[in-house]
């Protein structure tokens, strides 16, 4: 009885066992969600703003190669800026400040990865997405597709920048691994003005989240695209276009562009938004891109000493008398600089009249920087052998007033703050349009804007006239005051007297259009100057076949470097060459599309 | 020799279940007797039972209490007819009672002996079988002992050739009388080796019989089931307890490294630190690690695990023995039995305690701040500086010869600048801004390897129970372990606590049983280990001009220019030392077990593995830093849970005497939950560990967690089938439905077969029979196969993020609105890994059961390999899905020799057991893309490590250097590297080789130069015992792996201005101390990027030979035990790893990676050197 008993309980158990798998078996991921819930307009704008999200190239693939301030391809590799920090960190950047990088600069790998992969790829998603969605009205419909168009486009003109041959993908595209990089000339170009050509239609004028492109954000990026093919009849009209909107107005100061407490201004057409201590892990909403950027020395508590402002550029901003600049000579010699000297000893800052935005762009020792303090020289470089006397860019840097509040409080990158990246702004379409008035001939319109734009330098200058030349540790940070306040008013610094000797002066009437040619070139170098652009500017301008416009690229960027060797070897027997133009397709992606991806000339 | 083989044919009846309470444990089984001696007889007088026979045969009566008790007969089938018929009826008798009963009519007389055994001898003179014509008779007597000499009972003692013999008695004591001159006496006794003793004139002869060392009747774990080793088919190695207990580790199984053949282990040297385990190769890119199975619950042992309560650990290495497991068994199955009481036996009390000092070995050869300058200086010279006159130093000043400064801040101070006055000392660890420290310079140089590491004193006590009634048998323990690491503040502390039981209620056919594990484990401190910032990698990347402290004994650090970026190390380890992870386990099974027919049990097995963990970590300001971390506390808890659910069948049963069939089926259920939250927060106002909690602080809270699961499902069946213990057949499969795979390929299924041959057994090998005791064939093949892919490789998934998807679209600068982005690219079609493995093994004892030796040759073929296919970005940055695609092949061979024999006279006994194993691993496959390769081991933007088809997983991939330049028409006449434009090579330089003589060193040049994988592992084991001595020493070696030494990339070349080696200074190209450049062991010192790209430059032989273990103990005498009134009496003292031969230039040639990181080296924690004392005793 007893064993019947066992007996029928084990074929119980045996049956249920068996009884349970299809239900037991199945297991569905928690935590997130499948395609199907975002078949509705909060769906696409959800996934809409996760691709803003990375438009800053902060990318999940992405470290500091993807920044869309373009400090490595567009400043670093020009005369604007070193490499800056010490030799040993990120190696394969000493390669692309030599012009030296192979086919598997891992730099290169990123920004191509973050453009098209994160970027273009997400925005082609959500638009298959919003293809089979129904019940949103057409307008909207329009809106979001014309933001989705404009953010590709963004994409693919960052990759067009630095990589000249990219892949045209798009929603439609069955197998994006299949589509070559080798495309007829002006593809590319094309299929970035047909994005923007669809936003520009059907975006607002004004949009009421402030980080969202406009009418206006599209008709410029279009411009952008079409300056760097020196395709000046279709950029005039749209530049036109939005000088005339009156929706843009001039900041009356030159630093009002670089300040967190002005993000969004009059000036702003599209801003890329950086946000810190928002909850996310870390503040990677900020511009982490540039997280290396940002003084090394401890007592500010940042790092890494990256994207030091080269001695070129200072030189740059040397003036005449008139406060015009020296566009031949000012290279001939260094503007005075403490490389080699130590803090604790003299060195007395040069009297030279200079362009005031330089000392906004850079910072140098014996000059207030913002309101960090003096600028102690040595003390404050990671290592000025190798780097350069001069802070890393200060355009990005953060008040100290507003430390812990839009600076980040987590990491170690703590000098990523919540300061807006001005993508696209209008000094930027005034002097395109001025570049064009000066090869069209129209002088003075050219001098209307490259003089409105001096005007404004002049508005506000660094003050502070510092009287003390040595800076023993004693006087850490900030002279010989004891607090902070004592800073902006006190300490051994006169206060009521400029920085430096700042001059800038207004262009007379335009001789010529070489003149003018070279002085709006010249603007766009001190305006814009470490924000990423030169090097594509130079590059641009090598394209001229009218030679009182070219810019000779191989020219000027080997002078820099064989002049740099004044005051630093680092650039010792690099050459600049054409091939190095463009950064080399990633050798590992060309390695995964064999016979797809092809390699740029020259790797 | 007939009386042993009966004594056998009634044990074999009970089958392998009751063979393995008896038999397996043999050492505790002897001690047994000894317990008993002063009980002696009074067993008959407990055991009640009622029996009704009626014309039945006395070997009836026998089996019939045999199976209501725990006693087994003796006797010899010459003398006693057990066929004799005969009639019992008692009601609630002892067996004594029982027996006299029955044999009142009988020539018959019975003797109980001590250990359940009750021996049956006929009454008066026995017939002489060699007839009437023996003269010269003589007596003799004499004691058995094993080698410890712990007396014998129950030895059979025969006159060779005759059936006369006897039995020794509860003291071991035996004698014969009226026995022929010259004849030989055969000694023999289960579990120990048969000896011949040729008696000559002899009255007295002692003996001391000697265990059978590699036990034939050795019963091991196959998984669902036990098996008797020799009539294993499969490949299955295993491990017991004594050679568990050799090593001290904490973890179980770094203690198997060398001790099995075809395990390759590499141990983590942390406190608490676990080990690598891969079992004959890597079968996959993906997780190999084997799979684990503790009392039949399919879980990992870690470091909660108390050694001391393992029984066996049995490895399955083939598909043969692994396809049990099925989808899981792949890369082999580890299985770990725990000790269990026996039954009717009182308990045994036993307490150990252990203790000792973990120490250190050398640090790297780094330069004192004198040296250090020197280096600076030349290394000016060497990039074109000229000293003196454009070149400085914040520290060392700027002229032709570096000065060392009184004070290194403020900058290089001297004495007497005011600077240095301690009025300006500020140092505030909250204030991040203030920072005015004042440090003098070490002027000798901060050994920062001394200064991190200590003496960590070790310290175990473990006390354990077992015993067993009537129906009843169990198992207790508590253990307690601590151990401090070598570095400061590090260590590990284990409190744990097990009960096996099991209860025979209705002791003919039901039982019921569990096994129940608890432990607390405590990790503390900061234990990176090879980690780029570990306080190892910090003490050789830190100046020595940094002193520890600064002139108020705050820590000084890397603040101030040129001082690099590494955090001090005494500080980091300091401030870590609340860090812990707490982790949380209860473990455990519960069964029933029931015989429903004759040979067929039903078992269901419920097993559970609870695990939570907690891990907390601080961040403590560090004012003297570069980078200002903020006081923040981070704190994780995981929580997982599993449940198995196993339903077997057994029929065991024997046809004809020749034909034994055993058949398991059985189906088993799995589900397991992981569920993770965690919770952070930033800014404290004070650091006081008691304030620093979630709660309070002043900055945001922040919280994550997730939760993930999987189920497996499965059906599976093995018949085994013995013919004439001479050949052995087994078939075995199993089905799998897992939720990880997509519903298309959920299912599959995992046949085996394997086949032994017993050749020893032959009528044809009967010539060799006087050396070959034991001679055995196996063949196995079978599938097995892999499914750690991840839970959710089907889906494919959007998720939220806040940084990657998430953006400040309304312009706030401190909030941002969530998005969604693409997470994982799903494959639905996904299915199992599948490896195939053909494994052909040979058993063999030789020369009287002295040497024995096993070795297996296979191959794995893994085929569907899951592979996470690199998918161009332009396909979009998720996941991308695993895609059955590759192929790896695993080729080696396992060899196991040992020998064990005595010296002087069965005074010395010795063991020597050899273990080797050995495999190349190379990929077959990757994917259909013939190029495809996996490139890995990042260091600094820099990969060292790559595969690809027809190599190994992995291997060093670099240039080939062809040693360095010495002359201007070399560089002149050599390729350019780096490309075309490249500028590197010049005088002191690397000559890279041009391998595609393309007249450029690009990354073309690149190629594979190293392998990581060893050529084999091995272990010798020496066991001595001399009286009341034992002497054991461990060996374990590596061979013919190849290593990158990272630490070497930061102090031979250069980086953050970290230390140097003394090579650096000595022998680097253009050194001044180097008289010739020709014997430069370095390029020229001038931190160019060009020398630190990887080449054979840094690949270094792994290859060493290691002491781990030396053990000298000392057994008291068993008088002083019964003064003591103790059983026994141990005390021992051991050093591990007391010396390590090597050519490897790194702190310890033994690093702990994960595949991805196989061989590269970046200061990985050494192993410790420990000495220690023990003693236990057993009441």
């Known amino acids: 009885m007893k064993k019947k008993s066992i007996l029928i309980a084990t074929i119980f158990l045996m049956v249920m066992s068996f009884s349970c798998s299809e239900e037991f078996l199945t297991k569905e991921p928690m935590g997130t969600t499948s395609e199907n819930i975002f078949y509705n307009e909060k769906g696409i704008n959800s996934l809409l703003i996760g691709t803003y999200g990375i438009i800053s190239g902060n990318t999940p693939v992405c470290g500091r190669g993807c920044s869309i301030q373009n400090w490595?391809?567009?400043?670093?590799?020009?005369?604007?800026?070193?490499?800056?920090?010490?030799?040993?960190?990120?190696?394969?950047?000493?390669?692309?400040?030599?012009?030296?990088?192979?086919?598997?600069?891992?730099?290169?790998?990123?920004?191509?990865?973050?453009?098209?992969?994160?970027?273009?790829?997400?925005?082609?998603?959500?638009?298959?997405?919003?293809?089979?969605?129904?019940?949103?009205?057409?307008?909207?419909?329009?809106?979001?597709?014309?933001?989705?168009?404009?953010?590709?486009?963004?994409?693919?003109?960052?990759?067009?920048?630095?990589?000249?041959?990219?892949?045209?993908?798009?929603?439609?595209?069955?197998?994006?691994?299949?589509?070559?990089?080798?495309?007829?000339?002006?593809?590319?170009?094309?299929?970035?003005?047909?994005?923007?050509?669809?936003?520009?239609?059907?975006?607002?004028?004004?949009?009421?989240?402030?980080?969202?492109?406009?009418?206006?954000?599209?008709?410029?990026?279009?411009?952008?695209?079409?300056?760097?093919?020196?395709?000046?009849?279709?950029?005039?009209?749209?530049?036109?276009?939005?000088?005339?909107?009156?929706?843009?107005?001039?900041?009356?100061?030159?630093?009002?562009?670089?300040?967190?407490?002005?993000?969004?201004?009059?000036?702003?057409?599209?801003?890329?938004?950086?946000?810190?201590?928002?909850?996310?892990?870390?503040?990677?909403?900020?511009?982490?891109?540039?997280?290396?950027?940002?003084?090394?020395?401890?007592?500010?508590?940042?790092?890494?000493?990256?994207?030091?402002?080269?001695?070129?550029?200072?030189?740059?901003?040397?003036?005449?008398?008139?406060?015009?600049?020296?566009?031949?000579?000012?290279?001939?010699?260094?503007?005075?600089?403490?490389?080699?000297?130590?803090?604790?000893?003299?060195?007395?800052?040069?009297?030279?009249?200079?362009?005031?935005?330089?000392?906004?762009?850079?910072?140098?020792?014996?000059?207030?920087?913002?309101?960090?303090?003096?600028?102690?020289?040595?003390?404050?470089?990671?290592?000025?052998?190798?780097?350069?006397?001069?802070?890393?860019?200060?355009?990005?840097?953060?008040?100290?007033?507003?430390?812990?509040?839009?600076?980040?409080?987590?990491?170690?990158?703590?000098?990523?703050?919540?300061?807006?990246?001005?993508?696209?702004?209008?000094?930027?379409?005034?002097?395109?349009?001025?570049?064009?008035?000066?090869?069209?001939?129209?002088?003075?319109?050219?001098?209307?804007?490259?003089?409105?734009?001096?005007?404004?330098?002049?508005?506000?200058?660094?003050?502070?006239?510092?009287?003390?030349?040595?800076?023993?540790?004693?006087?850490?940070?900030?002279?010989?005051?004891?607090?902070?306040?004592?800073?902006?008013?006190?300490?051994?610094?006169?206060?009521?007297?400029?920085?430096?000797?700042?001059?800038?002066?207004?262009?007379?009437?335009?001789i010529n259009q070489k003149e003018a040619m070279r002085a709006v070139q010249w603007e766009l170098r001190l305006e814009f100057a470490t924000e990423g652009l030169r090097f594509f500017d130079l590059r641009r301008w090598d394209k001229h076949t009218n030679p009182d416009f070219r810019v000779d690229m191989v020219k000027t960027l080997n002078d820099f470097a064989k002049n740099d060797l004044r005051i630093r070897n680092t650039m010792s027997g690099a050459t600049f060459n054409e091939k190095a133009k463009y950064m080399p397709i990633p050798q590992h992606q060309i390695d995964l599309q064999p016979d797809v991806l092809v390699q740029n000339p020259g790797y | 020799m007939k009386l042993n083989r009966n004594v056998m044919s009634i044990f074999k009846k009970d089958g392998p279940q009751k063979k393995l309470l008896r038999i397996m444990k043999l050492i505790p089984f002897l001690i047994l007797f000894l317990t008993l001696q002063m009980s002696a007889s009074v067993w008959s007088q407990t055991t009640k039972m009622n029996v009704k026979f009626k014309n039945s045969t006395l070997q009836e009566l026998f089996l019939e209490i045999e199976k209501s008790s725990n006693y087994r007969f003796f006797y010899n089938n010459d003398e006693v007819d057990v066929n004799q018929l005969i009639s019992v009826d008692t009601e609630g008798k002892t067996v004594g009672k029982i027996l006299e009963f029955a044999f009142k009519d009988l020539p018959y007389s019975f003797k109980e002996l001590d250990n359940n055994l009750i021996l049956i001898e006929r009454n008066g003179a026995i017939p002489n079988p060699i007839g009437t014509t023996m003269q010269q008779q003589k007596n003799i007597s004499g004691k058995v002992t094993d080698s410890s000499g712990f007396p014998l009972p129950g030895v059979s003692i025969v006159i060779k050739g005759t059936t006369k013999g006897i039995v020794s008695d509860s003291n071991g004591n035996y004698s014969l009388s009226n026995i022929p001159k010259n004849c030989i006496l055969q000694f023999s006794f289960i579990g120990m080796k048969k000896q011949d003793i040729d008696i000559g004139n002899q009255t007295t002869i002692n003996v001391i019989l000697k265990e059978d060392s590699i036990d034939l009747d050795e019963v091991v774990a196959i998984g669902y089931g036990y098996r008797l080793k020799e009539e294993l088919s499969g490949s299955v190695s295993t491990i017991t307890s004594e050679k568990i207990n050799i090593s001290n580790e904490s973890s179980v199984m770094s203690r198997l490294q060398g001790q099995v053949s075809g395990v390759t282990i590499t141990n983590d040297n942390t406190p608490g630190g676990s080990a690598n385990v891969c079992i004959r190769g890597l079968g996959t890119i993906n997780d190999s690690s084997p799979l684990y199975v503790i009392d039949g619950v399919p879980v990992g042992p870690s470091n909660s695990l108390n050694s001391n309560d393992i029984e066996s650990i049995s490895i399955l290495k083939d598909a043969s023995s692994a396809a049990i497991y099925g989808s899981r068994g792949a890369n082999g199955v580890v299985i770990i039995t725990t000790k269990n009481g026996r039954k009717n036996e009182p308990t045994r009390i036993s307490f150990a305690v252990r203790t000792g000092i973990n120490q250190s070995v050398k640090g790297y050869d780094l330069l004192n701040t004198e040296q250090y300058g020197e280096v600076l200086w030349m290394t000016a010279r060497n990039q074109g500086y000229i000293p003196g006159v454009n070149f400085s130093n914040p520290y060392y000043g700027s002229g032709t010869k570096p000065i060392i400064p009184d004070y290194i801040l403020p900058n290089g101070a001297m004495e007497g600048d005011p600077g240095t006055s301690i009025d300006n000392y500020s140092y505030d660890p909250f204030d991040k801004d203030v920072y005015g420290g004042i440090v003098r310079a070490n002027k000798e140089g901060t050994n920062w390897f001394d200064e991190i590491t200590r003496k960590g004193v070790v310290q175990e006590y473990n006390l354990s129970a077992e015993g067993g009634g009537k129906n009843i048998i169990y198992a207790s323990s508590a253990n307690y372990l601590k151990e401090n690491g070598i570095l400061n503040q590090t260590g590990f502390e284990r409190f744990s606590f097990r009960n096996n039981m099991e209860i025979t209620p209705f002791t003919d056919w039901l039982k019921v049983g569990q096994s129940l594990q608890v432990s607390l484990t405590k990790l503390k401190g900061d234990l990176d280990n090879n980690g780029e910032y570990s306080p190892i990698a910090n003490s050789f990347k830190l100046q020595p001009i940094i002193p520890v402290y600064d002139i108020k004994g705050n820590y000084a650090g890397t603040i101030g220019k040129n001082l690099g970026e590494s955090n001090n190390p005494v500080a980091q380890l300091e401030r870590s030392k609340d860090n812990k992870n707490d982790q949380f386990r209860i473990l455990g099974n519960l069964f029933i077990e029931a015989k429903i027919l004759e040979g067929l049990t039903f078992k269901s097995l419920f097993g559970y593995n609870y695990n939570q963990y907690t891990i907390l970590t601080k961040t403590i300001p560090a004012p003297e830093h570069f980078q200002k971390f903020i006081a923040a506390v981070y704190k994780e808890s995981n929580t997982s849970f599993q449940w198995n659910w196993s339903n077997t069948i057994n029929y065991n049963a024997t046809f004809s005497d020749i034909h034994k069939l055993n058949v398991i089926f059985g189906t088993e259920s799995v589900e397991n939950n992981y569920d993770w939250m965690n919770g952070s927060r930033d800014d404290y106002f004070s650091l006081d560990p008691n304030y620093m909690q979630l709660s309070s602080g002043e900055g945001e809270q922040k919280n994550s967690g997730s939760k993930s699961e999987w189920s497996l499902f499965s059906i599976f069946g093995r018949v085994n089938y013995n013919l004439m213990g001479k050949y052995i057949f087994e078939a075995t499969a199993r089905r799998d439905g897992s939720s990880r795979f997509g519903v298309n390929n959920r299912f599959s299924i995992f046949p085996a077969g394997s086949f032994a041959w017993l050749i020893s057994e032959e009528k044809f090998l009967k010539d060799t029979k006087k050396w070959l005791d034991f001679f055995k064939l196996r063949f196995g093949v079978g599938m097995s196969g892999n499914d750690r892919i991840g839970n959710y490789n089907s889906y494919s998934t959007f998720g939220s993020d806040d940084t990657f998807a998430s953006y400040d679209i309304q312009g706030t600068n401190t909030s941002v609105v969530s998005g969604f982005m693409p997470l994982t690219l799903g494959n639905p079609n996904v299915g199992w890994e599948k490896t195939q493995t053909f494994n052909i093994g040979m058993d063999m004892k030789v020369f009287n059961n002295t040497l024995d030796m096993s070795v297996d040759v296979w191959q794995r073929n893994t085929k569907d390999m899951l592979y996470q296919l690199s998918i161009p970005v332009v396909s979009g940055i998720a996941t991308a899905p695993f895609v059955n695609i590759g192929e790896m092949k695993n080729t080696g061979f396992d060899f196991e020799l040992g020998y064990h024999n005595t010296a002087i006279s069965g005074k010395l006994k010795y063991s020597i057991t050899a273990t080797i194993s050995s495999y190349a691993n190379e990929v077959v496959k990757l994917s259909d893309e013939i190029n495809e390769e996996i490139i890995m081991g990042d260091y600094r933007q820099i990969n060292y490590l790559r595969s690809s088809k027809g190599r190994s997983f992995p291997e060093f991939y670099g240039y080939i250097v062809d040693g360095l330049f010495q002359t201007k028409e070399e560089v002149d006449n050599y390729p350019i590297a780096f490309g075309e434009d490249g500028n590197y090579n010049k005088i002191g330089h690397f000559k890279y080789r041009d391998l595609n003589y393309d007249g450029v060193i690009d990354d073309e040049d690149m190629t594979y130069i190293g392998n990581p994988h060893p050529d084999f592992t091995g272990g010798l084991n020496i066991d001595l015992r001399f009286a009341n001595f034992d002497l054991n020493m461990f060996f374990y070696g590596s061979y013919g792996n190849d290593m990158i030494n990272l630490a070497r990339r930061n102090i031979d070349y250069g980086m953050y201005d970290g230390n140097y080696s003394e090579d650096v200074l000595y022998k680097s190209w253009g050194s001044p101390y180097l008289e010739n450049n020709k014997n430069a062991k370095l390029p020229i010192h001038d931190l160019n990027d060009g020398s630190i790209q990887p080449s054979t430059a840094f690949i270094e032989d792994g290859s060493f030979l290691r002491l781990k273990n030396l053990m000298f103990g000392y057994n008291f005498s068993n008088n002083i035990n019964r003064k003591l009134h103790i059983q026994n009496l141990r005390i021992y003292s051991q050093i591990t790893n007391l010396f390590t031969i090597t050519n490897y230039s790194g702190l310890d040639p033994e690093l702990n990676t994960s595949v991805n990181r196989m061989g590269l080296d970046f200061g990985s924690w050494p192993t410790p050197r420990q000495f220690s004392v023990g003693i236990t005793f057993g009441l």
Request: aromatic share 12%.
């Open chain 1, 72 to 510: 490595v391809y567009g400043s670093l590799m020009s005369d604007d800026a070193y490499k800056g920090s010490e030799f040993t960190d990120q190696v394969p950047l000493n390669s692309i400040e030599r012009w030296e990088m192979i086919a598997d600069n891992s730099y290169a790998s990123q920004k191509w990865s973050g453009t098209l992969g994160a970027g273009v790829s997400r925005c082609n998603s959500i638009l298959k997405i919003l293809n089979k969605t129904e019940g949103i009205d057409e307008t909207t419909t329009n809106r979001l597709r014309g933001e989705i168009y404009f953010l590709r486009a963004l994409f693919n003109f960052e990759a067009w920048l630095v990589f000249k041959n990219i892949p045209i993908i798009t929603e439609d595209t069955e197998d994006p691994a299949k589509i070559t990089n080798v495309n007829s000339e002006g593809a590319v170009l094309k299929n970035i003005i047909n994005d923007l050509e669809f936003s520009w239609n059907n975006l607002p004028e004004t949009q009421e989240d402030v980080g969202r492109p406009t009418k206006y954000s599209a008709m410029a990026l279009a411009a952008k695209a079409y300056m760097q093919e020196l395709d000046y009849d279709k950029a005039k009209p749209l530049l036109d276009n939005i000088i005339n909107s009156d929706k843009y107005h001039l900041m009356p100061n030159f630093i009002d562009n670089y300040k967190i407490s002005t993000n969004n201004n009059s000036e702003s057409i599209f801003e890329i938004q950086a946000s810190v201590n928002d909850g996310s892990n870390g503040s990677l909403n900020g511009e982490m891109g540039i997280g290396l950027n940002f003084p090394y020395p401890g007592e500010m508590g940042m790092c890494c000493g990256f994207h030091q402002a080269s001695q070129n550029l200072v030189n740059a901003y040397k003036v005449d008398e008139k406060g015009l600049p020296m566009f031949d000579t000012f290279n001939d010699f260094d503007l005075k600089n403490d490389q080699g000297i130590k803090s604790a000893d003299e060195f007395i800052p040069f009297e030279d009249k200079v362009d005031p935005r330089l000392d906004w762009t850079i910072s140098r020792r014996g000059i207030p920087y913002r309101d960090w303090g003096i600028n102690p020289g040595s003390r404050w470089i990671r290592d000025q052998a190798f780097g350069g006397p001069y802070q890393p860019a200060s355009k990005p840097i953060y008040y100290k007033s507003e430390k812990g509040k839009f600076s980040t409080t987590t990491g170690w990158q703590l000098g990523v703050s919540a300061n807006n990246y001005r993508y696209l702004r209008l000094t930027h379409i005034l002097l395109w349009r001025a570049e064009i008035a000066a090869y069209d001939g129209d002088l003075e319109l050219s001098r209307t804007y490259v003089n409105m734009i001096r005007e404004r330098a002049g508005n506000e200058v660094v003050s502070g006239k510092v009287l003390i030349y040595k800076f023993p540790s004693l006087t850490y940070p900030w002279g010989a005051g004891t607090t902070d306040a004592d800073f902006m008013t006190g300490g051994d610094v006169d206060w009521a007297q400029p920085a430096a000797n700042y001059k800038i002066g207004l262009y007379p009437p335009f």
